[in-house]
Antibody
């Protein structure tokens, strides 16, 4: 059974940093590109980043480019999202996802507030 | 960036009715290489993660009831739900994965009349 489990969220102040993790199981993690998607409270879905299976390519939404970094450790079956210079508008539920097959984690909440 | 214009914003329906949700992309999502449209539909119920319903515009994900039908090509796409059930009340989103950055439609809230 495919499972994606996010962690690392919390309440942080504007300008600070946070690193999210997503541990994958039930499939060959090193063979698939992985995504981060977020959803602000009572708002729609926003795709924010993709990393290829071998980390050879990374793509970002304009709203996070230069502040967020997606990475992965295939030896640990883990996807990461490093978030710097956080703003109030980054407050959201963050999901990791394997689009092929339609697998999403349960999400982790990030709140940016003073 | 490709802009996905989804309509309507909300829809009130009765059980048993048929509903149509539309998504229009600012550029064609049809790949000339494999003739596939890179458009997916997701369903999200309150407090849950999104669930993939349709991919390549019209291919139903395994386990999705056949009352969910995706259609369209190029820039115009439709999700049709025939014989709406109470369990179908949710938010629906289209997603283009033709080019980066991927983009979602704004969503359609399906409510009970």
């Amino acid at each position: 059974e495919v499972q994606l489990v996010e962690s690392g969220g919390g309440l942080v102040k504007p300008g600070s940093s946070l690193k999210l993790s997503c541990v994958a199981s039930g499939f060959t993690f090193s063979s698939y590109g992985m995504h981060w998607i977020r959803q602000a409270p009572k708002k729609g879905l926003e795709w924010i980043a993709l990393i290829y299976y071998d980390s050879s390519n990374k793509y970002y939404a304009d709203s996070v480019k230069g502040r967020f970094t997606i990475s992965r450790d295939n030896s640990k079956n883990t996807l990461y999202l490093e978030m710097n210079s956080l703003r109030s508008e980054d407050t959201a539920m963050y999901y990791c996802a394997k689009f092929w097959g339609g697998y999403w984690g349960q999400g982790v909440m990030v709140t940016v507030s003073s | 960036d490709i802009v996905m214009t989804q309509s309507p914003f909300s829809l009130a329906v009765s059980e048993g009715e048929m509903v149509t949700i539309n998504c229009k992309s600012s550029q064609s999502l049809l790949s000339s290489g494999n003739q596939k449209n890179y458009l997916a539909w997701y369903q999200q119920k309150p407090g849950q993660s999104p669930k993939l319903l349709i991919y390549y515009a019209s291919t139903r994900q395994s386990g999705v009831p056949d009352r969910f039908i995706g259609s369209g090509s190029g820039t115009d796409f439709t999700l049709t739900i025939s014989d709406v059930q109470a369990e179908d009340l949710a938010d629906y989103y289209c997603l283009q994965h033709y080019s980066y950055p991927y983009t979602f439609g704004a969503g359609t809230k399906l409510e009970l009349k």
